[in-house]
């Protein structure tokens, strides 16, 4: 008797997909029954366990079968979110081309669209424009050969249309290439619409009408099919998802042609159920449609207590511009997974008490003064790191097996986590990372790689990242699991094994880590904290984890690998100072090496985006250095080459301008001292704390608000006087006692020990 794959719940249909990909497992369902299994399993937005599944099982597919395991198994792999290998997507490109470089001439829309679409992934991938080119001769090729013969050629069509599109984007819209493209996109799209017109209608060619429509500035007889329509697969999952993210593309390059088209955004709102009416409504709406375009990806950098309080101003930054409903990934790093997680708890509870479409502007900035009140209350008061060191702490790890680290950890919980989640447990699992927001309705939990492109108020996913001292990979805690990023290894350089992914659901309560010890692991910088063990969960290993900044200290490469498109980097970390005269003993020597790799790494992260930025990838940041330009040191002997001329930004400069400000209203040499605070655990002052999350809050709002991106607009600023960083204004306005004690306070806060003693 054949399964009834539609008597199972989500919950139920993916235990029942696990169980078959078991190691011992041997599937027991016939290969059609296995096409049906993988459907119903993208259907609920598992499309790696389809993947998994059909993968599993198309080498002994029928030969009738054949084509259809390669067509689905290739839908899988490029829509699989997960997966970000480009052997893996051209491997998948070859299922369906049979190794063909160019399209077919005859063939389905499916034989155009499939591989289309997979190399327009592998664009997002590579950033490689060849791969976008490609993909056009694919969807117009079958929108050429298709139109008047088949009934589904409006699919390759309006896809040809939207690729025209990205590439005029891609050279930029006022050169004469982009105009070509945005005239064959007009022309295509007002084909699609006469070719739809006069045939049979359906679904997603109501779909393909909407997005011709709007297109092509029709908005207002899209409405009208709108409302001849049914429900056009806006509440299906991944098909639902598809049509809503590229429609929302098109609505903001309508804007960018017309910015008073009203009508545009009417029809973004009634496919995502949001009103159109108050200029209010239509500026939500644009951002909306901005964040559905562009996956937007947060960096908290690591950098201990230093970082955690820049970070809480940019955070404030964010609220005022109504940018923390956008954020879908948050990958924290150290000093940024402790500030992030503390967050997390904070907005766990709006999401979990507000609907969607409840929650306003004040609400994120009434969770991020709560955070900072209750984060400043946990570090300016009490020492954490001399309480770790302290004889009871000494007696606690003797007396509970445990060591410095794990008694750091269960601190971060008692003095930090339990003020943004009093209710939860002592020891709270990490698992308090995951939301339930309210109103859903979904019989499976949430997920928000799933789920998040329906709501308004996004789901942000939180990456706590720590280092591997098995393999030297990053490891990674979310909500549901944890484990090294799933990048293959280039066994061209190494051959080492990276440990599977480990979701919490197949462990015993007792060996889930609790949010203090991941957040501990990330934090645990070697050689001042022994490293966190995790035994016995991967085989025949001892997994040993120390800080996330040993890998990756700005948390960027887990924004790139969940597909964010639109980033900010909040580096607060320790960058290296320039030395006129190093040491020559060893162990300085070993000590200033180490910070020139971790420098070395740090350069490299950000020319990695720097390759993929604007205008396909806007990239914002936020750092301790900036508007603090660096000198130069001349030859003593021949010609004085003047490859850069020194501003009065430069170090040298600020003896002759002390007061000078920053682009962003900070005197240079507040900010210098700024940059020097140390980074480490213990008790930071208020005035230390207040300078850093103003310093993070005034960048924040000056990168976003002087560098507006087309494809990533942002509200306009709702201004809070209320943040209590912002006496710190004042503060920096102009030379006086106040500046001057407050001044004094930060150059002596790069010191460790005895700042109190000290002279500024």
């Not at 097996?401 to 003095?415: C, K, Q, V």
């Amino acid at each position: 008797m054949p399964p009834d794959f539609d008597g199972l719940a989500p919950t139920e249909l993916r235990r029942e997909a696990e169980r078959q990909l078991g190691y011992a497992q041997r599937s027991s369902y016939s290969p059609e029954e296995t096409l049906e299994f993988a459907a119903r399993l993208m259907g609920n937005g598992d499309i790696g366990l389809a993947r998994s599944l059909l993968k599993r099982k198309v080498d002994t597919a029928p030969k009738g079968l054949r084509d259809r395991f390669h067509e689905r198994l290739a839908l899988a792999t490029y829509k699989d979110p997960e997966l970000r290998d480009v052997d893996a997507l051209n491997y998948a490109l070859d299922f369906v081309t049979g190794g063909e470089t160019e399209p077919p001439e005859a063939g389905e829309p499916d034989a155009y669209g499939i591989p289309a679409a997979i190399l327009k992934r592998l664009h997002a991938v590579t950033g490689d424009r060849a791969y976008l080119e490609r993909s056009l001769r694919f969807y117009e090729t079958g929108w050429l050969n298709l139109k008047g013969r088949d009934p589904g050629a409006h699919y390759p069509g309006v896809n040809a249309a939207f690729v025209h599109e990205m590439l005029a984007d891609e050279v930029g819209r006022n050169q004469e290439e982009a105009r070509h493209h945005l005239v064959q996109a007009e022309r295509i799209r007002r084909d699609v619409i006469e070719v739809i017109r006069d045939g049979p209608a359906d679904e997603w060619a109501t779909c393909s009408m909407v997005e011709a429509q709007v297109g092509t500035g029709q908005a207002s007889a899209a409405l009208e099919t709108l409302e001849a329509a049914a429900d056009p697969l806006a509440r299906k999952s991944w098909e639902g998802e598809t049509f809503v993210r590229q429609l929302a593309k098109v609505v903001l390059a309508r804007l960018q042609t017309d910015p008073d088209d009203d009508e545009a955004l009417a029809v973004f709102g009634t496919i995502t159920d949001l009103p159109a009416d108050s200029p209010a409504d239509r500026v939500r709406l644009t951002t909306h449609a901005a964040g559905l375009a562009n996956r937007f990806g947060v960096a908290l950098s690591g950098g201990g207590f230093r970082a955690s309080f820049f970070h809480l101003g940019v955070l404030a930054a964010f609220a005022e511009l109504d940018l923390l409903r956008r954020v879908e990934v948050m990958s924290c790093v150290s000093g940024g997974s402790i500030v992030g997680a503390h967050f997390a708890l904070h907005l766990r509870q709006l999401i979990e008490e507000k609907g969607d479409r409840d929650i306003t502007q004040g609400d994120y900035q009434a969770i991020v003064e709560q955070c900072i009140d209750s984060f400043v209350d946990g570090v300016t008061t009490r020492n954490l790191r001399l309480r770790a060191l302290s004889p009871a702490g000494w007696w606690h790890r003797l007396r509970r097996g445990n060591n410095l680290s794990t008694r750091l950890a269960g601190l971060y919980d008692r003095h930090l986590f339990s003020g943004a989640d009093p209710s939860g447990p002592s020891d709270r699992p990490v698992q308090s990372l995951t939301f339930s927001p309210a109103g859903s309705d979904r019989e499976a939990a949430f997920n928000p790689k799933r789920d998040n492109w329906s709501r308004s108020a996004r789901v942000p996913i939180v990456i706590l990242n720590a280092t591997s001292l098995n393999t030297g990979y990053g490891w990674q805690f979310a909500a549901t699991w944890m484990g090294e990023p799933p990048i293959p290894a280039d066994d061209r350089i190494d051959s080492l094994a990276y440990s599977e992914r480990i979701y919490y659901e197949y462990l015993k309560a007792t060996d889930v880590p609790s949010l203090g010890v991941a957040v501990a692991a990330s934090a645990c910088v070697p050689g001042l904290f022994p490293p966190i063990a995790l035994d016995g969960l991967v085989e025949q290993r001892t997994v040993r984890l120390v800080d996330g900044g040993v890998y990756d200290n700005q948390g960027t490469a887990a924004l790139l690998h969940h597909d964010c498109t639109a980033i900010f980097v909040s580096d607060a970390s320790g960058q290296i100072a320039h030395s006129d005269r190093p040491s020559r003993t060893r162990f300085r020597s070993l000590l200033r090496s180490s910070s020139l790799s971790r420098a070395a790494l740090r350069s490299r992260g950000f020319g990695e985006l720097a390759a993929l930025e604007a205008p396909r990838l806007p990239v914002w940041y936020a750092h301790l250095t900036s508007g603090l330009a660096p000198g130069r040191r001349s030859f003593t002997a021949g010609p004085d080459y003047d490859y850069y001329t020194p501003g009065e930004g430069d170090h040298e400069g600020w003896a002759e301008h002390p007061t000078a400000l920053t682009d962003y209203g900070i005197p240079r040499e507040m900010q210098h001292a700024l940059a020097e605070i140390r980074t480490d655990l213990d008790r930071f002052s208020s005035t230390e704390a207040d300078a850093l999350m103003y310093s993070g809050y005034s960048q924040t709002l000056r990168a976003l608000e002087s560098n507006q991106s087309s494809v990533f607009p942002v509200a306009p600023r709702q201004k809070s006087d209320t943040w209590r960083f912002c006496s710190m204004a004042d503060v920096m306005a102009a030379p006086g006692d106040a500046y001057d004690k407050a001044l004094s306070t930060l150059k002596k806060g790069r010191h460790r020990f005895f700042r109190r003693l000290r002279r500024a």
